[in-house]
């Protein structure tokens, strides 16, 4: 197990950085590959009990979203301060720190359970749910309330996972989960007469089973970290690293809930045909967005581990072959998203007056998405190094500062059209941000690689003498 480990800090700060970037980044792809493909599925069985239960489950998502949100800010709070403790040779810290993220996360979980089915009906309405809705609404979202406890977890422990090292189990639980998914969608939907309700069952199950995956791997000791109760701690410093650095996330996370929840309000102004398209949008969108995720989620311990040891040489190298590597498949997927927007469309319903909604919103999203590899990398490099205040202001900007204000404004003036566009508005803003902050720590990364390696000089210096 030693040597397993002793393997695991060795491929973080010593082997060739493309290959680990890319080792960490497949496993948690594939996890998020199929996390995105069984939201299409699930959205294609949904849709197959009308444009009403399509609307329910757009207007549930940003609910959904926000529970994923929380688990996030845990999971990659705890992670960034986790990798940068294991750059700085502090494993017991860093066992303190997961351990701590575990029990917040649980705490977390409750308190929000309660508050948010006692004020479930007015929460739904304000996010754009209908009367035709709000039913079908209300049954779905109270599941996946109730089962947001894995779901927090879940999110939890997957990145602290890939903050070790330990990737490989990170997909293995993603994918079983989102396999599980898939074949219980269908089982409890139509053959068990289920309708919606069934769908969000599926989806709970499903996070339970991956939580139990994850949680096993550290109850084995098979991870580098040891996950011992008894090793929580208040102790002022991990709880303020775990927050600082999640805070970024929670409201990037955040923000898209409640942008999305503006975009649902927004679109039924136009009708639940609008409604509906804009949830076969999102979920086409979130395919390349879950991707990324999981390339950048690769490349945040990479980053974290060699700022932490002081190599920044390898943190620029791993910058490099992550902007490359988004930027090719971001460009690709911008192709085929613009020209088989009207078949991806066509995967969900038949009604055409959804599908036409729904392919103008695709290619629109799609303007700026060859850039958004860049916009990310920048976003979890912030997160990984402990700039929180930075990272903290590109996460607002994309899906705060600049989106929420274009749905609320495009829409006025152009009506639908203000709606699909706004997204892409957001996004051009976002880019110039997003240039700027990577200007200046590019260069303030090139400035401490030099002052170190003159110190280090110094130290030679005086050694020899």
């Known amino acids: 197990m030693s040597n397993i480990k002793d393997s695991r800090r060795k491929m973080l700060g010593d082997d060739p950085v493309e290959k680990v970037v890319v080792k960490l980044a497949v496993p948690a792809i594939i996890g998020m590959l199929v996390t995105a493909i069984y939201n299409i599925v699930d959205t294609i069985f949904v849709g197959q009990l009308g444009q009403e239960a399509l609307g329910a489950a757009t207007v549930a998502l940003p609910i959904f979203t926000f529970i994923s949100a929380i688990g996030l800010m845990y999971g990659i709070g705890s992670s960034s301060y986790i990798s940068r403790l294991l750059g700085a040779n502090k494993k017991e810290e860093a066992e303190k720190t997961l351990t701590t993220s575990l029990i917040l996360t649980i705490v977390t979980a409750f308190s929000f359970s309660i508050l948010s089915l006692l004020f479930l009906e007015r929460i ?11 039913p079908l609404a209300k049954e779905y979202t109270q599941v996946l309330i109730i089962g947001g406890i894995a779901t927090m977890i879940n999110m939890n422990l997957n990145n602290t996972l890939r903050a070790e090292g330990s ?18 969608d269908p089982l409890l939907i139509f053959t068990f007469d289920m309708g919606i309700k069934g769908a969000a069952i599926a989806t709970v199950l499903s996070q339970v089973i991956s939580t139990v ?23 002022p410093t991990i709880v303020k690293e775990i927050y600082i650095m999640g805070t970024p996330a929670l409201l990037r996370q955040s923000l ?3 942008s999305m929840g503006f975009w649902t309000k927004a679109a039924s102004n136009y009708g639940i045909s609008a409604v509906a398209a804009l949830g076969i949008i999102t979920r086409v969108y979130m395919f390349g967005l879950y991707i990324l995720l999981g390339y950048t989620q ?15 040489d390898r943190l620029l190298l791993a910058i490099k072959v992550t902007l490359k590597n988004t930027a090719i498949f971001c460009i690709t997927l911008t192709i085929v998203y613009i020209g088989f927007a009207e078949s991806l469309s066509k995967l969900f319903v038949n009604e055409p007056e959804v599908i036409e909604i729904a392919t103008k919103g695709i290619r629109y999203f799609s303007i700026l998405m060859p850039f958004l590899g860049f916009i990310m990398t920048f976003n979890n490099l912030f997160q990984a190094i402990g700039y929180a205040t930075i990272a903290m202001i590109l996460s607002i900007a994309r899906q705060g500062v600049f989106l929420i204000p274009a749905i609320l404004l495009l829409p006025k003036r152009y009506g ?21 902050f990577a200007v200046y720590i590019i260069r303030k990364i090139k400035k401490m690689k030099s002052n170190y390696a003159n110190d280090l000089s110094s130290e030679v ?3 020899a003498s």
């Open 124 to 134: 739904l309405v304000i996010f754009g749910a209908s009367d035709a809705i709000l």
């Open 167 to 184: 990737a490989k189990i990170s997909m293995i639980a993603l994918s079983t989960g989102a396999l599980l998914n898939i074949v219980l």
């Open 213 to 235: 995956i994850l949680l096993t791997y550290y109850i084995r000791s098979k991870s580098l970290l040891e996950l011992d109760l008894g090793k929580a701690s208040l102790d």
């Open 256 to 258: 898209i809930s409640l």
């Open 298 to 312: 690769g490349f945040l311990p990479v980053a974290g581990f060699n700022f932490g040891s002081k190599q920044y």
């Open 416 to 436: 639908l059209e203000g709606v699909l566009l706004s997204q892409t508005i957001a996004d051009a803003l976002t880019l110039v941000t997003t240039i700027f």
């Open 461 to 463: 210096v005086e050694i």
